[in-house]
């Protein structure tokens, strides 16, 4: 496990959580992150490690400087990192995180349904190719 990046776990079979991912790709030119499918070994033995021992497929998770960060608060943690105007996003804070993530477990329960899943994890990109975690 690389422990000089923060690892992002994300559904390896949601298209939405895909192009999500490459969206961070596009925008992280210093490789920040690393990404670990929530289906593969990786990210499991990470969740046991950080208590998390039946993990919903609801949620992505974000394991920067060894602290755990999910569903809304992740994605603004994350935005600290990425180039352009990203880091604006921040200003999200200010609303409770269970307030936001009301709306984010709403659209998360109807992703598939939006953008469709894939019935295995993404292959990635020989350019990247070293980014993801098993």
């Not at 200003?91 to 709306?103: G, H, L, M, N, T």
């Amino acid at each position: 496990m690389n422990n000089n990046k923060s690892t992002i776990i994300f559904d390896g079979i949601c298209n939405f959580c895909n192009s999500s991912v490459n969206f961070i790709i596009a925008r992280d030119p210093e490789g920040k992150f690393s990404f670990a499918p929530m289906q593969g070994e990786t990210a499991q033995a990470l969740m046991k490690q950080h208590g998390i021992d039946n993990p919903n497929l609801d949620t992505f998770l974000l394991i920067k400087d060894g602290k755990l960060y999910q569903r809304t608060d992740a994605a603004l943690e994350i935005t600290k990192d990425l180039t352009g105007f990203w880091k604006l996003f921040r200003v999200f804070v200010i609303v409770p995180a269970p307030i936001r993530d009301v709306f984010y477990r709403v659209f998360a329960k109807y992703r598939y349904r939006l953008f469709g899943k894939k019935d295995v994890c993404m292959v990635p990109t020989p350019e990247v190719r070293e980014r993801f975690l098993g």
